[in-house]
């Protein structure tokens, strides 16, 4: 079991990034503002690059999925850029979630 933190603003992606990471055995911390307590007791954080800083969550000693709206290129240019991890379209995101956290998570 992983402690996730799952910085997802939009609440009906939050309920089911929370629901799909929990039934595969994880323990999921939602919020879009969370302290630094929570962010360095994470063994994994997933983050809508979108709506949260892609800086302010690497470098936390915990891996980064991002996820952003594929309209936007530019956004997953910038948490590329920043060091998140794994940048995916929000679709992949949702098709695939378990997958891309197991592969992170080791």
Not at 28 to 49: F, H, K
Not at 89 to 103: I, K, M, V
Request: proline fraction near 6%; glycine fraction near 10%.
């Amino acid at each position: 079991m992983a402690r996730v933190v799952a910085l997802v603003p939009d609440l009906m992606l939050a309920s089911r990034v929370e629901a799909t990471l929990a039934g595969a055995g994880h323990e999921v911390t939602l919020g879009s503002n969370l302290g630094e307590e929570q962010m360095v007791e994470a063994d994994l954080i997933v983050a809508d690059v979108g709506e949260v800083d892609p800086a302010s969550v690497v470098n936390r000693g915990a891996p980064v999925l991002g996820f952003y709206r594929h309209t936007d290129p530019e956004t997953r240019r910038r948490a590329e850029a920043a060091g998140v991890d794994v940048v995916v379209p929000r679709s992949r995101l949702a098709r695939e979630l378990p997958e891309l956290a197991d592969g992170l998570l080791g």
